[in-house]
């Protein structure tokens, strides 16, 4: 079983509606978690982070946090072409280590 | 604030020639990755650097993979010999500890024929 696995998509969605991305993640002793876009070509750059249960908005973007259902969730609302890029779910372990999902590409329909 | 630097950015080599990736961390960050992504995968984490010291090398092949970070700042990763599947996207990031949230370079892209 993988450590963090991610729903396998692609996701498209037209432009203005909400995107949904859904993780899971093994080690229940995780502490910290963490949603990084990655467009075509370029580095992963961090969108979110969240440490405890419960939701954390960001203007557009909203992640949820479920310890007891190893679960963490990213909603883009308002999606935009400019969201149109692969979301890695980031989860660092009890040592801090941190390990990445494969992604989950969206597309954004103009 | 400069963000975390890397070269080269894409290196094409032959099989079995050496190669070394070199990054230069944010200024103050003294936690320092590699990682290695593959098309369509997230990455890897290869080793990862408390200053100068190697904290965590449990996934670099040991045996053509050497990284090093003398000083504590910069920080250089070399395979030798470089083998086709290596070719991957090599990825360096830093993070003021290892418990901080951690930001990327812009990689170098490596292709081994």
């Known amino acids: 079983q993988k450590e963090v696995e991610q729903n396998s998509g692609p996701l498209s969605v037209p432009e203005g509606a909400i995107a949904s991305l859904n993780c899971t993640y093994s080690?229940?002793?995780?502490?910290?978690f963490f949603w990084y876009r990655q467009y075509s070509g370029k580095s992963p750059e961090l969108i979110m982070s969240?440490?405890?249960?419960g939701d954390k908005e960001d203007g557009r973007f909203t992640a949820q946090l479920n310890k007891a259902s190893q679960y963490v969730s990213l909603l883009i609302r308002d999606s935009q072409p400019s969201d149109s890029a692969t979301y890695l779910c980031?989860?660092?372990?009890?040592?801090?280590?941190?390990?990445f999902g494969a992604g989950t590409t969206v597309t954004v329909r103009a | 604030e400069a963000g975390v630097v890397q070269s080269p950015r894409y290196k094409i080599i032959e099989k079995k020639q050496p190669v070394a990736f070199w990054c230069n961390p944010i200024?103050?960050?003294?936690?320092l990755y590699w990682y290695l992504q593959n098309l369509g995968q997230g990455p890897e984490l290869l080793i990862r650097y408390e200053n100068e010291e190697a904290v965590d090398d449990s996934q670099l092949p040991k045996d053509r993979f050497s990284a090093e970070r003398l000083k504590g700042v910069d920080s250089t990763l070399k395979i030798q010999p470089a083998e086709l599947g290596d070719s991957a996207v090599y990825l360096c990031?830093?993070?003021?500890?290892?418990?901080?949230?951690?930001?990327f370079g812009p990689g170098t892209r490596l292709l081994v024929l």
């Open positions: 969240i440490y405890s249960n």
């Open positions: 080690d229940r002793g995780s502490q910290s």
């Open positions: 200024s103050g960050h003294n936690t």
């Open positions: 980031a989860v660092n372990d009890p040592d801090y280590k941190l390990s």
């Open positions: 990031a830093s993070s003021f500890s290892g418990k901080e949230t951690q930001y």
